[in-house]
């Protein structure tokens, strides 16, 4: 059975007619061509398909596309400003937080949400908001540090 949703996918409106169970990843890899949401594992624990729902990190693979019906999502792709990366993304790149780079995304969405909540995070914090992400690669070190200097360029923005 198709159902009607309206969603806003960062800053567009949609609206859309979803299967009632299809999930929210699949909707924005494969109906909105947001393909930065990976899907890692489909049982919740990697993190990969971490997107923003109103603004906070939600794991998209234990969301239905209908439970997102008006509500505003934001993407990995939706996290830069223009042309300009988000701090988060240049700090990966630039410590090397990278890796194979599946699980950046889903990363990079949880450490923006964690730099929300706190605007100087000890390394234990950054650890602490990470551990529903996977890094096969086992590079967290430098995930940890990209996210350490992010929140330090952010602060200096700001003050």
Do not use: W
Request: contains cysteine; charged residues 20%.
């Amino acid at each position: 059975m198709m159902e009607k949703i309206e969603i806003e996918v960062n800053g567009q409106k949609h609206s859309l007619e979803v299967e009632g169970r299809m999930l929210l990843v699949h909707l924005l890899r494969e109906k909105l061509n947001l393909t930065g949401t990976h899907v890692g594992c489909d049982t919740s624990s990697c993190g990969a398909c971490t997107v923003h729902i109103d603004g906070k990190a939600v794991k998209s693979c234990t969301v239905l596309a209908v439970q997102a019906d008006g509500k505003s999502i934001t993407t990995i792709e939706g996290l830069q400003d223009g042309d300009n990366l988000h701090p988060l993304q240049e700090t990966f790149k630039s410590c090397h937080g990278l890796q194979c780079g599946f699980c950046t995304p889903g990363m990079i969405m949880s450490a923006a949400d964690l730099l929300k909540q706190n605007d100087a995070p000890s390394e234990h914090d950054i650890r602490a908001a990470l551990e529903g992400n996977f890094c096969r690669c086992t590079g967290y070190h430098n995930i940890v540090k990209a996210v350490k200097e992010a929140s330090e360029k952010m602060n200096q923005v700001a003050v």
